[in-house]
């Protein structure tokens, strides 16, 4: 597969459950339109539960839903339920409430 079209998608904490328990990876790859797609369009496209989802860490750095996804990314859908203070330090609180 041509890395140029394809992002590196993980799951963490239930979405890795759920992915499990329908007999998918934790990890796949996934192909993009070079344009980038949304955060929230690929989760859907994975069939991942979006409501469950509190933010995304793309490259390292946590981003919100509405954060397009690119072409070599390497990002990780983290849903909600990250213990307390790790949300506010990671940003995931943050990252949960900027598309509302």
Sequence with gaps: MDDSCCVTARVFGMLCE?????????????TVPAEGIS????????????????GVFCNHTIRSLSYVIRPGDQIAFVP?????????FLGLYEAG???E
């Design 18 to 30: 759920f992915q499990r328990e329908r007999g998918l990876p934790a990890e796949t790859v996934e």
């Design 80 to 88: 909600y339920g990250t213990p307390g203070p790790h949300r506010y």
């Design 39 to 54: 955060a929230r369009d690929l989760a859907v496209r994975m069939g991942l539960p979006v409501d469950s989802i509190e």
């Design 97 to 99: 409430h900027k598309d």
